[in-house]
Structure formats: C-alpha cells, structure tokens
C-alpha cells in the first residue's frame, strides 16, 4: 500500500451545521487530512464540536504539495500543526493503528476501505451535513 497521509491540525474546533467555532483546546480540535493514494485521494474535514466528517474523493494521483497549498490557501489562519505519514510498509489495518496509538486516539477506516483518517479523540465521526 502506497499511501501518504497529511493530518493538518486546526486552531479551531468548530460546526459546520451550526456556523460557530471555538479556540481549540487540547484533542478537541478539527482537522484537514488528505489520503494520497497511487491512483486516487481524498480529502476528510473533521468538525469536533459535533463529530461531523465531510469526504471528498479525487479520482486520480494527487501531488503532496498540491494537497499542502490547497490546505494553506483554504485554512492558513487557523492552521496548527502538520503531521506527515508514509503508510507505504503498513500492510495491514493493525498497522496503521498502531501509529494512532502512537499519537493518540485511534484510525477509522472507512466501509468501503478506500481511505481512512487519524481520529484524535476517538469519537465517533459520522456525515451529518453536506456542504453548500
């Protein structure tokens, strides 16, 4: 499995339903994650006030920096921290957990299996709204 995975930490903790967001405060803070893939990506926006997750697939290779621009355009003045994972010598699901336990809070894998995202607090994340 040739995957990259970018975890961009926000200063915020926000909802998207309900328009607000917050000074992040330890664990409880949103994300930004891109799951570069060989033939495909995709985008995961986590909302931590509510456990919202918005997924956003491109069906085709993505380019790291690209993923890091489009993240610095849309998000620069809440960006925190950055995080980068070469998940290229994990095979299986165990292993990527793992490096959650590293971090703290788990991996989520998505039903179908083609990606997955760092989920720091381990809640339990579910599509709530659709974006405008």
């Known amino acids: 499995m040739?995957?990259?995975?970018?975890?961009?930490?926000?200063?915020?903790s926000s909802s998207y339903a309900e328009n607000i967001e917050y000074e992040a405060e330890g664990d409880d803070?949103?994300?930004?994650?891109?799951?570069?893939?060989?033939d495909?990506?995709?985008r995961v926006r986590t909302y931590a006030v509510d456990h919202d997750i918005h997924v956003h697939h491109v069906a085709q290779p993505l380019a790291e920096t690209l993923?890091?621009?489009n993240t610095e355009k849309h998000y620069g003045d809440v960006?925190?921290?950055?995080?980068a994972?070469?998940?290229?010598?994990?095979?299986?699901a165990a292993g990527i957990a793992r490096i959650a336990t590293q971090l703290g809070g788990r991996f989520d894998v998505?039903?179908?299996?083609h990606y997955g995202f760092w989920n720091p607090t381990a809640a339990d994340y579910s599509t709530k709204t659709q974006p405008e």
Request: charged share 20%; aromatic share 14%; hydrophobic share 55%.
């Open 79 to 83: 960006l925190g921290e950055t995080l």
């Open 40 to 42: 495909e990506a995709w």
């Open 67 to 69: 993923a890091r621009q």
């Open 85 to 92: 994972f070469d998940l290229a010598g994990v095979d299986d």
């Open 29 to 38: 803070f949103d994300t930004v994650q891109w799951w570069l893939g060989a």
């Open 110 to 113: 998505a039903g179908n299996g």
């Open 2 to 12: 040739a995957v990259r995975l970018l975890v961009f930490k926000l200063a915020v």
